[in-house]
C-alpha cells in the first residue's frame, strides 16, 4: 500500500526538494520505469564489461552468466532498499537518517556522492566521444585520423554534453522520464543489429567459434573478479534508487521490481554478451570505434553513434547525477535546480579527459574503477537493509525523518553509534578477509580492499547493524512517534 503523508520539518528548516514528492508528481508507471532501467543498463561503459569477460578468458556463456547473477544480487539490493522511496516518497538524503542518524547521513551521502561523481565523469567521456566523432565527420576529418583527433578535442564535447545534461535536468523527475522512456530500448536494439550483421560477414564469421573458447572457470579468480565488477557496476544506484523509485506512481509499486528485473538484469546480460560477441569478432573495444569502422554506410554510422551519445547521456540523467545533486542540496543548502548546474560543471572536471589518450586507456581506467569500489557502497547497503527490514519492520515513521533533535532519529547527538560501529568494523573485517585472499587493491599507493570484498561487506554490515542497534537501545520508537506515520506495507 503506498499512501502520500503529510510532515511538517521540526527544528530547522528543510529544503523544499527533499520533501516527500506528491502523488500528482509521480510520472513513473511500470513501463517507463522499465524503459529507464533500460536505459540504465544501456549505456556505453556497459559495452566493455564483455571485453572485460574476454580479457579474463571467460567464454560468452560465462560473460552472461556472471552478468545475471552479479545483476541480481545488485537488484535484490536495490529493491530491499527502494520499497521505502516508493511506499513514503522520500529522497536518499532523507532515507539515510533513520539509518545513520540526521546528522551522521552525512558521511553516506558524502562516499556514494564520491562513486556516483567517477561514474558521471565517465559517462560524459563515453558520450562526448561520440558526439565528437559525429562533428569531426560534419567538418570532413578523414575516418582514419577520427578517433584519435575526437580524443584530442573531447573538452569540447564534454561541455557541450553537460550544458545539454542542465536544461534537461532543470525540468525535474517529469523530463527525466520523458527522456528515458525510449532511449536504452533503442540503443540495444541497435546492438543487436549492428552484432548480427558482423556475424554474416565473411571476415568476422570464422571467429564466431572463438566467443565459447574459455580458459577460466566458474570457480576461478577471473570469474569472481568479473561477477563482482558486474555488482559493483549497479551497487552504485542500490543505495539511493529512493531517488527514483519515489516517482513512481500511486498504486503501481510492482514497477519497482519488475524494472528492475528486466531493464538492468535483463539490459546489463544482453549487453555484456554483446560487448563480449563484438570484441571477439573485430578485435576492437571502443563501441564507439566499431560503429564507425564496421556499420554499413554513414546513416547507420551517426545512428549508432548517436545513440552512442544518448545512452550514457540517459544513464546521467537517471543514475549518476542525483546523488552528486543530492550532496549540494544537503551540504549546500541550494535548490534542485541550483545544484544541477553545479553537479554539472563539477562532473565536467571529473571526466578522463584530462588522463586518456586512446581507447585502451579508457578501458583501463573504466575497469580499475568498476572492480574495487565495493567496499565503499557494500556496507552502506547492509546497513540501510537492516534499519528497514529488521531494525523498523518495514515501517518508517516519517514525520520523524523530518524532526530535528531528540524526537528524531537523534540517537548520540544525531549520530547512530550502531550504524557507524557496524561501518567501521565491517571495514576492519574485509581488510581481514582481502589480504590472505588477494583482494587487496591500491589508489595512490593507499590499500584497500577491493575485488568480490562487496558480498561479505553487506552480509556483515547487515549482521552486526541488526545486532548492534538492539544492544545500543536504537531499535526503540516511543509509541507516539510509531503511530505518526509508520504503517505495514501490504
Known amino acids: 500500500m503506498v499512501e502520500e503523508f503529510t510532515v511538517v520539518p521540526k527544528g530547522y528548516k528543510e529544503n523544499p526538494d527533499l520533501m516527500p514528492i506528491p502523488s500528482s508528481q509521480r510520472h513513473y508507471g511500470t513501463r517507463t ?8 543498463s544501456a549505456n ?7 571485453p572485460m569477460a574476454k580479457s579474463l578468458g571467460l567464454d560468452i556463456v ?6 545475471f547473477l552479479g545483476n541480481l544480487f545488485a537488484i535484490i539490493l536495490a529493491w530491499l532498499i527502494g520499497v521505502a522511496g516508493v511506499k513514503y516518497g522520500i529522497t536518499y538524503p532523507v532515507q539515510l537518517r533513520e539509518s545513520f542518524g540526521f546528522k551522521g547521513a552525512h558521511v553516506p551521502l558524502v562516499l556514494r556522492g564520491i562513486s556516483g561523481t567517477v561514474w558521471f565523469g565517465i559517462e560524459i567521456y563515453a558520450g ?6 559525429i562533428l569531426l565527420m560534419a567538418l570532413g576529418v578523414p575516418s582514419d585520423d577520427l578517433v584519435m583527433t575526437a580524443i584530442r578535442w573531447i573538452p569540447i564535447a564534454c561541455a557541450l554534453y553537460v550544458l545539454s545534461f542542465i536544461l534537461v535536468m532543470r525540468h525535474g523527475l517529469k523530463g527525466i522520464g520523458a527522456v528515458a522512456d525510449w532511449a536504452g530500448p533503442i540503443l540495444l536494439l541497435y546492438f543487436i543489429w549492428l552484432v548480427l550483421f558482423l556475424a554474416t560477414r565473411e571476415e568476422f564469421s570464422p571467429k564466431i567459434p572463438e566467443v565459447f573458447e574459455s580458459s577460466a572457470g566458474y570457480f576461478s579468480a577471473s570469474f569472481g573478479i568479473y561477477l563482482a565488477a558486474q555488482t559493483n557496476w549497479w551497487a552504485t544506484i542500490a543505495l539511493n534508487i529512493s531517488d ?5 506512481k500511486i498504486g503501481e509499486p510492482r514497477a519497482l521490481p519488475i524494472g528492475l528485473l528486466t531493464g538492468i538484469v535483463g539490459g546489463m546480460t544482453l549487453g555484456s554478451v554483446l560487448g563480449h560477441a563484438a570484441v571477439t569478432m573485430t578485435g576492437v573495444v571502443l563501441p564507439q570505434e566499431i560503429i564507425l569502422k564496421f556499420a554499413p554506410g554513414v546513416i547507420a554510422i551517426l545512428l549508432g553513434l548517436f545513440f552512442s551519445f544518448l545512452a550514457p547521456w540517459t544513464t546521467d540523467l537517471t543514475a549518476n547525477s542525483p546523488p552528486l545533486i543530492d550532496l549540494i542540496m544537503v551540504e549546500g543548502k541550494l535548490s534542485w535546480k541550483t545544484s544541477t548546474i553545479l553537479a554539472g560543471i563539477v562532473a565536467f572536471f571529473i571526466a578522463p ?10 578501458v583501463n581506467y573504466i575497469t580499475a574503477w568498476a572492480s574495487n569500489y565495493g567496499i565503499l557502497l557494500g556496507p552502506l547497503a547492509g546497513i540501510m537493509i537492516a534499519n528497514f527490514w529488521v531494525t523498523r519492520k518495514g515501517y518508517y515513521d516519517i514525520q520523524r525523518l523530518y524532526t530535528y533533535g531528540p524526537e528524531g532519529p ?4 544525531g549520530w547512530s553509534k550502531a550504524a557507524f560501529t557496524s561501518l567501521v568494523l565491517t571495514w576492519v573485517l574485509c581488510y581481514i578477509i582481502a589480504y590472505p585472499t588477494g583482494q587487496i587493491a591500491y589508489l595512490a599507493g593507499i590499500p584497500f580492499p577491493g575485488g568480490v570484498i562487496i558480498y561479505p561487506a553487506v552480509v556483515i554490515s547487515f549482521a552486526l547493524y541488526a545486532l548492534l542497534a538492539k544492544a545500543f537501545g536504537e531499535d526503540k520508537v516511543t509509541p507516539f512517534e510509531a503511530a505518526s506515520g509508520a504503517e505495514p506495507l501490504v
Open 33 to 40: 520505469f522499465s524503459f529507464m532501467m533500460f536505459s540504465l
Open 410 to 413: 537523534w540517537y548520540a547527538n
Open 44 to 50: 556505453i561503459p556497459l559495452f566493455f564489461l564483455g
Open 62 to 67: 560465462q560473460a552472461g552468466v556472471g552478468a
Open 128 to 133: 562526448s566521444l561520440a558526439l565528437m566523432i
Open 244 to 248: 527514483l523509485s519515489r516517482g513512481i
Open 353 to 362: 579527459w584530462w588522463a586518456v589518450e586512446s581507447g585502451p586507456d579508457f
